[in-house]
């Protein structure tokens, strides 16, 4: 198949965390890789780190699961070669330190994904995370080359990929939707195609705690197993679109505010032979992965995307 933080005071223990099914390993289990950047600021609602929650809730209602809950301050970032070789699937949290993981590591566990070997489930901020980044950007210029091609192109193209200009920088309202596309003729036979990158972000966003109500827009679809057609999620940070990421191939959830905004907050990608989803609900400081409804959406995501 494919540490104790306290409110007042911050006491952390680095005990590894853990193996679902440990006393009667099961060869069948799904593995799974939490990587949590396990920022101070998580003690708000979280006593040991939010990786760590999500690691203990998933072990606890399920057996099908093997769990190594890892942080950025692991060896290697717990990124190691032996991690990436067990996982079937990456949940990844991260938010104010996501460039301190290497492009280079980033784009190895995007050639993961690529070959089928692991499926990415990226949470909330990290739409921002490199893994999630350079998936996005993968996907760009492959959906480019087939944008060109049904375009009746029969020539030689090449391929420009132009990267925001910072990392982390918001857009907003009025500008181009990226990514985009543009070609020229250099001559008869050959043509040029710049590439746009994704800015893998939105324009508005508020971490003020005020509820989100999520819609299963696909209910048949295995991630949305068990889960009602509507269901609120009580303290969260909003993001409104537009989100500047390439066409998802499905959008089983979308989330709205009483202010007006709406969110396509639970995306997937096809990434060469594996996939990437994207799951929005979040915010460090609010126990939304203490939901049920939220630690089911999990389940059913690493046994869809792990099997």
């Given at each position: 198949m494919?540490?104790?933080?306290?409110?007042?005071?911050?006491v952390f223990c680095m005990t590894p965390l853990l193996t679902a099914s440990s006393q009667t390993p099961n060869s069948n289990a799904i593995h799974v890789l939490i990587w949590d950047?396990?920022?101070?600021?998580?003690?708000?609602?979280?006593?040991?780190?939010?990786?760590?929650?999500?690691?203990?809730?998933?072990?606890?209602?399920?057996?099908?699961?093997?769990i190594r809950s890892v942080a950025l301050d692991d060896a290697d970032q717990g990124l190691?070669?032996?991690?990436?070789?067990?996982?079937?699937?990456?949940?990844?949290?991260?938010?104010?330190?996501?460039?301190?993981?290497?492009?280079?590591?980033?784009?190895?566990?995007?050639?993961?994904?690529?070959?089928?070997?692991?499926?990415?489930?990226?949470?909330?901020?990290?739409h921002w995370a490199r893994p999630f980044i350079e998936a996005m950007n993968w996907r760009s210029i492959e959906d480019a080359k087939q944008h060109f091609q049904q375009s009746g192109w029969k020539g030689e193209f090449l391929i420009e990929s132009v990267k925001p200009p910072r990392?982390?920088?918001?857009?907003?309202?009025?500008?181009?939707?990226?990514?985009?596309?543009?070609?020229?003729?250099?001559?008869?036979n050959q043509f040029q195609a710049i590439v746009q990158l994704p800015w893998c972000c939105f324009p508005d966003y508020r971490p003020d705690g005020e509820p989100g109500l999520l819609t299963?827009?696909?209910?048949?679809?295995?991630?949305?197993?068990g889960l009602p057609q509507t269901f609120q999620v009580p303290k969260t940070e909003m993001y409104n679109e537009p989100f500047h990421v390439p066409d998802p191939d499905q959008v089983i959830f979308?989330?709205?505010?009483?202010?007006?905004e709406r969110f396509r907050s639970g995306m997937t990608w096809n990434i060469g032979k594996g996939k990437v989803f994207y799951f929005r609900p979040g915010h460090e400081t609010y126990p939304v992965y203490k939901q049920p409804e939220m630690i089911q959406v999990l389940q059913n995501a690493c046994r869809w995307l792990g099997k």
């Open positions: 494919k540490n104790l933080i306290a409110t007042t005071v911050a950047e396990r920022q101070p600021t998580q003690a708000v609602a979280y006593q040991d780190f939010l990786g760590n929650e999500i690691a203990k809730r998933l072990t606890d209602q399920t057996t099908d699961f093997e190691t070669a032996g991690n990436l070789e067990w996982a079937d699937v990456i949940i990844w949290w991260g938010h104010v330190r996501q460039s301190e993981v290497p492009e280079e590591k980033a784009r190895l566990i995007v050639d993961y994904i690529r070959e089928g070997k692991l499926d990415l489930i990226a949470l909330h901020s990290a990392e982390r920088t918001v857009p907003i309202h009025g500008s181009e939707l990226t990514p985009s596309y543009f070609g020229y003729k250099k001559n008869q299963t827009q696909l209910p048949d679809h295995p991630i949305a197993r979308e989330e709205t505010w009483t202010k007006g």
